[in-house]
């Protein structure tokens, strides 16, 4: 069963897989806090349709997939400044992309296997060199994303209060955006479109809801990125010509729901310190009223019992 | 203490602020001493916010001069508190009470920052200061609204600002959370000498505590105790249409005015 971690491309896939997990767990929390996940579906689509370009002008798809995906993230930034037209924005040069991705296949004549390992990935069939390039940009990434990390998560939650204290905060959201389009251009390559969006927004969004502090969650995201890839690509070895990508997606909506349909046992509790402060005051005023008359309901049930 | 040496925390000499074409704020000259207690009333649009992002070096006067604490407006001067017109925070689970207001220490400062002792015992002082420290693990997301007000407070005064801007910070609240927060600021006001500048619609929970009472609309201002401004010729004058000002059930009622 463990025999498979002695062939290199099983390792190389391993070692290739965790670097992009860890990337995309963080740049995954910063994503989901800024309200940019639909960014994380578009992104790698987008990647995709620069690839297709660059095969048909007989480029290496590296050079399209930078391209496009940097191109999109200044756009989506410029575009989609206010909160309220972001998606609308991302959507709209998504859907650009797409279209003109769609143009750059139909007008090239063969089947341009690179783009589509662009788009499903193609983990076990990655060289040393791959492994390499894939690590050292992600810890070049992760570096990035900690020198930013504390004006990025105030003005994630704060941007008002943020720039009024003297953060940058629109060149902080390009700049973040650029972040996220570089890692997606060089992890696309190795897990595929499907893969790495998975691997941005599943182990987050379930980190989230699990603990509170931004670096436990973070850590906790890395953690679940990186137990999916593993376990996803073990799984896959182990069975016959079955996708890396189906195991890894399936593994994590299985723990997201699973998290998601157990989390009100733990979010519902409030972590007060003392009991002073759970006074009724604390509630809105509609629960009290309920609490009243279900109180009061109450007492009646009971006198009715006793008259029997 | 001879205050005259000193530098007023506010001073704007005919100031006009506009944005393209439409005039925000006009020839508006006003002198904030320290510790004053400063209510800014007006209608929806007659620049309060605008008023305060001035002060901030958000936004720039194109006549006048402003002056905060002796200096040019800038960004990120510590001398500033800032609290902006709060939205509920409903969706935000990721985040603990105490991160929030570790925010307003630096969150403006690159890198993750490591753990210390001193950091915590800042934000648990500033916690305490606002009788928020019982919630202070709890994620923002579960929060009244009178509790995140709390907290946006704290963050506010963790520089130990000269100058609390705090924009509507009774919006959203029943009367006796408002009553809780008015009282607040007003203690914080004292304790600390610190300015404050309220941004509200309803003069009446603050008038116990307000000095003066800044009352702006249709981009132009006036300024004095509540009871020399708030009157129906003072402001029928700045409305320049009638407005009659009502005193019922102990409460001071403006007619006319929101249009």
């Given amino acids: ?308 | 203490m001879a205050l005259e040496t000193r530098d007023p925390v506010i001073s704007l000499e005919h100031v006009r602020v506009q944005f393209g074409r439409r005039i925000v704020l006009e020839d508006i000259s006003i002198t904030v001493g320290e510790g004053e207690f400063i209510v800014v009333l007006g209608p929806n649009g007659a620049g309060k916010s605008t008023l305060l992002k001035l002060l901030l070096g958000l936004v720039k006067q194109s006549k006048g001069l402003v002056q905060v604490l002796g200096n040019s407006p800038r960004r990120g001067n510590n001398a500033i508190g800032y609290a902006p017109q709060h939205r509920v925070l409903e969706a935000d689970l990721a985040l603990r009470a105490r991160d929030v207001v570790g925010f307003g220490l630096d969150g403006n400062q690159w890198g993750p920052g490591l753990p210390s002792r001193k950091r915590n015992t800042l934000i648990d002082q500033a916690l305490l200061e606002v009788d928020a420290w019982d919630f202070a693990d709890v994620p923002v997301g579960q929060l009244s609204g009178g509790e995140q007000q709390r907290l946006l407070i704290a963050q506010a005064l963790l520089t130990n600002p000269r100058l609390l801007l705090l924009d509507e910070p009774l919006a959203n609240l029943d009367i006796s959370h408002e009553q809780e927060i008015v009282e607040l600021v007003a203690q914080l006001c004292r304790a600390r000498h610190v300015a404050v500048m309220l941004v509200t619609h309803d003069i009446n929970p603050l008038l116990p505590v307000v000095d003066r009472v800044l009352y702006m609309a249709n981009g132009h201002s006036t300024i004095g105790a509540p009871d020399e401004v708030i009157t129906s010729a003072k402001l029928s004058q700045l409305y320049g249409s009638p407005v009659e000002v009502v005193q019922a059930l102990g409460r001071i009622f403006v007619v006319g005015a929101e249009t």
């Fill in chain 1, 1 to 308: 069963m463990f025999d498979i971690l002695q062939y290199s491309f099983i390792q190389n896939a391993l070692l290739a897989g965790i670097c992009v997990a860890v990337v995309a767990a963080v740049a995954g929390y910063f994503m989901i806090v800024r309200g940019l996940t639909f960014a994380g579906h578009a992104l790698p689509n987008i990647g995709f349709a620069g690839a297709a370009g660059a095969v048909l002008l007989g480029i290496d798809p590296v050079f399209g997939l930078f391209a496009f995906t940097i191109g999109a993230a200044i756009g989506i930034s410029i575009l989609g400044e206010r909160l309220n037209e972001r998606d609308t924005a991302i959507g709209i040069i998504m859907t650009l992309a797409l279209g003109l991705g769609i143009l750059f296949l139909s007008l090239y004549a063969g089947f341009a296997q690179e783009v589509y390992s662009i788009l499903f990935g193609q983990i076990v069939g990655i060289s040393r060199t791959n492994v390499l390039v894939t690590a050292i940009a992600s810890i070049l990434t992760l570096v990035l994303l900690l020198v930013l990390f504390r004006p990025l998560l105030f003005s994630s939650f704060d941007p008002e209060v943020a720039e009024a204290r003297g953060v940058p905060v629109r060149l902080l959201a390009m700049v973040f955006l650029v972040l996220v389009a570089i890692t997606v251009s060089l992890a696309v390559q190795v897990v595929g479109a499907l893969l790495m969006f998975t691997l941005l927004v599943g182990p987050a969004a379930t980190a989230i809801r699990i603990v509170q502090r931004p670096l436990w969650a973070i850590m906790l995201a890395i953690a679940l990125g990186v137990s999916y890839t593993c376990l996803g690509i073990f799984l896959a070895a182990n069975s016959v010509y079955l996708p890396v990508s189906f195991f890894i997606a399936t593994l994590s909506f299985g723990v997201y729901l699973l998290v998601r349909l157990l989390s009100p046992l733990w979010i519902g509790r409030r972590a007060r310190k003392s009991a002073r402060s759970i006074q009724v005051d604390a509630l809105p005023v509609s629960q009290v009223n309920e609490q009243e008359q279900s109180n009061s309901v109450e007492t009646i049930g009971r006198i009715q019992e006793t008259s029997h």
